[in-house]
């Protein structure tokens, strides 16, 4: 490729990021950043300290709306992923106050997450990745569990895209339970989704590789590489991931991006967008055209159609083959039994959302100002016509004006799109940067006043949206109400803390139909990168106040076997081995003297017997890297090595009582 052509590509790249940074400079300027005052007067007067804070009616409003005084629970709760932290955020709306940090893919210290307590250990060393630790993830999408196509508030999945891996965490009390690592593939992005009962967890792929981990040339990328989208079968019962009743399925090495599972009229069907499938395989350094501009020189690229209720049946009828130990519908055998379709979709497309009846699927082309909204009926009909093009693998594709619904120009690099109750559709708009509302469908008379198919109104973000997140805004019943916007740059909003910035959460009010859409809430996050965000109505979440009952482990949510009771606490030994039974209570551990010897091999069970609301302990051991935080009811044990001797205070690190510091015991390990 000579130097015009690298130029034919670029240039359009350029174009929208100069008009990108335009707008973001302007709204900068005109949405105003504002210094802090001085000093508030002491009066008590609103509307003076509101003229003395800067702040417009438009703000106090904004605030009425949002303020949240002590003791007043949040309407809703939002779970958003925490990007490379690889963690699970939990944020109470309107508040937006940050609940918890889940620790999932990373250990994480206060939760003893990762740092002895066995049931953590296990659930990290399930996500190894060829036997090797991988303590970290990029979280991209959590799905909460739906029964019938609502959110039922009793799990919640969310994948690593780096590793493929999947995490179930269990909303009885919001710990990870499970890690699963995708034996097929490399990196995944198009996960999780959930199927509307939850029996399946899907998980897309990303970036295209030989599948099962092997080695292939880049020369050979269209012979040997191949996309993946992987069916996990969740069983609610055990709470778990069944890997032997789960599938994959092979697809070409266009670049499987986010998927969506269908819903009623839609339900047994799976839907995928996809990019490049210009098949580029970069290498700009020896003259081809970079990734960026190899893979966006086609004006279409394809959606993908499952058929997953046939899919099941083609698995389940052992119409696979093993790949890295792992059943996988090879291409050909989808194109026979009729399970895989494309459609085409411009350009570069992000993400496919399915409207909550399930009627249209929705896909936003990040290089075309339009959504493109298709017609699952009219996909049927095309199916059932027959007589399709295919592509070079011999897949079907169904003609674009075939099943298409409508187009819709909502603005400059439209991404992801969210649902409300009344006729109205949200979708991210990266570029300019702002969340567009427009009108799916319709007329919706008793709805809203808009015409169909028609932008309604955009509301400015601060800066770059990626996702959007609206109340329950992916299930078929969406509440509105809230949207919030998952911004990838935050500028100016907040005062700098260096060149690394806070991700910037917007709430958004969505709750009045037409032009009114106003922001109402920054909610600066401190680790990152998130991406996807789901939002469950609060009293929908039924988690434990405590334990069921005393000695109770988390990792088999059933009573654990070395649970200790009051008066049962002991030291057994037997030659080298060292067991620990202790009981926790404010504010002391019973016992409060381990005297053992280097070299022993320690085990080491403690039950907080605590029946109170809040009463967490935590227990330190200085040396060994342990911590681990035992709620009440809870047994925790962990192992470990005497290898050095010494004096060592084991303490609380829960500041649980006005004598925590005093709950403490010492380890006496002689040479
Ligand atoms: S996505 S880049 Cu969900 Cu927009 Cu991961
Ligand atoms: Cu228990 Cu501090």
Redesign the pocket.
């Given at each position: 490729m000579n130097l015009r052509d690298l130029k034919k590509y670029i240039l359009p790249f350029t174009l929208m990021a100069i008009i990108g940074f335009l707008i973001i400079a302007a709204c900068g300027g005109a949405g105003g950043t504002t210094e802090a005052p001085e000093s508030v007067p002491v009066s008590g007067d609103i509307n003076e300290i509101a003229a003395a804070r800067g702040l417009t009616p438009a703000d106090v409003e904004a605030a009425v709306k949002t303020y949240t005084p002590t003791g007043m629970i949040d309407e809703y709760v939002m779970f958003s992923s925490g990007g490379h932290s690889g963690q699970l955020l939990v944020i109470g709306m309107p508040s937006m106050r940050l609940l918890k940090v889940v620790g999932v893919f990373t250990p994480e210290p206060w939760q003893g997450w990762g740092y002895g307590a066995k049931t953590t250990m296990e659930v990290l060393d399930e996500g190894k990745v060829d036997g090797e630790d991988v303590l970290w993830g990029d979280t991209?999408?959590p799905a909460l569990s739906e029964t019938e196509g609502e959110y039922d508030g009793e799990w919640v999945f969310i994948n690593d895209k780096a590793n493929a891996r999947i995490a179930v965490i269990d909303l009885r009390d919001f710990e990870t339970k499970q890690i699963v690592k995708n034996p097929i593939a490399v990196n995944d992005?198009g996960g999780t989704m959930v199927t509307p009962d939850t029996e399946w967890i899907i998980e897309g792929g990303q970036y295209a590789a030989p599948l099962g981990w092997e080695y292939a040339s880049l020369e050979d990328y269209e012979s040997e590489y191949r996309g993946m989208v992987t069916f996990w079968k969740f069983d609610r019962e055990s709470g778990r991931i069944q890997y032997d009743q789960s599938f994959a399925m092979e697809l070409p090495p266009y670049w499987q991006d986010?998927c969506d599972a269908g819903k009623l009229v839609s339900d047994g069907w799976v839907f995928c967008n996809s990019f490049n499938t210009e098949m580029a395989t970069g290498g700009v350094e020896s003259g081809n055209p970079p990734f960026e501009a190899g893979a966006s020189q086609r004006d279409m690229d394809y959606m993908h159609i499952i058929n997953f209720d046939k899919a099941i049946e083609v698995a389940n009828a052992g119409q696979t083959e093993m790949v890295a130990d792992f059943p996988v519908i090879p291409m050909q055998t989808a194109i026979d039994e009729g399970l895989l379709y494309f459609a085409p979709e411009p350009k570069s497309p992000?993400?496919v959302d399915i409207s909550p009846g399930g009627e249209y699927m929705v896909v936003s082309g990040k290089l075309d100002p339009h959504v493109t909204t298709y017609s699952f009926e009219k996909v049927q009909a095309a199916i059932e016509a027959g007589g399709f093009e295919t592509d070079d693998y011999g897949i079907p594709i169904l003609a674009f004006d075939d099943v298409v619904e409508s187009q819709v120009e909502v603005g400059l690099g439209p991404?992801?799109t969210q649902f409300g109750p009344d006729g109205y559709a949200y979708t991210s708009l990266f570029l300019e940067p702002a969340v567009a509302r427009w009108t799916l469908g319709g007329p919706y008379e008793d709805l809203n006043e808009d015409p169909p198919w028609s932008l309604v109104t955009k509301t400015f973000v601060h800066y770059n949206v990626?996702?959007i997140a609206a109340a329950e805004g992916d299930t078929v019943s969406p509440d509105g109400k809230y949207l919030v916007s998952l911004n990838k740059w935050a500028i100016d909003r907040f005062k700098n803390v260096g060149p690394l910035l806070p991700q910037n959460f917007q709430l958004i009010d969505i709750g009045q139909p037409g032009t009114t859409m106003p922001l109402l809430y920054d909610m600066p996050i401190g680790i990152g990168e998130p991406?996807?965000a789901q939002i469950i109505k609060a009293d929908k979440l039924e988690p434990w106040e405590v334990y069921p009952e005393i000695g109770w482990n988390p990792g088999t949510q059933s009573p654990d076997p070395n649970a200790t009771m009051t008066g049962e606490e002991r030291i057994e030994r037997d030659g080298n081995n060292v067991d620990i039974y202790m009981t926790a209570v404010r504010s002391h551990f019973t016992p409060e003297h381990v005297e053992i010897k280097q070299g022993d091999h320690v085990t080491w069970h403690i039950t907080n017997v605590e029946r109170a609301y809040d009463a967490t302990h935590g227990f330190s051991l200085p040396g060994y890297n342990i911590n681990v935080s035992i709620e009440p009811g809870e047994t925790a044990s962990f192992e470990f090595d005497a290898t050095h001797d010494g004096v060592f205070s084991y303490y609380c690190s829960e500041f649980c009582s006005a004598l925590h510091l005093e709950m403490v015991g010492y380890m006496l390990v002689e040479p």
């Open positions: 991209h999408h992005h986010l992000h993400g991404l992801h990626g996702h991406h996807y």
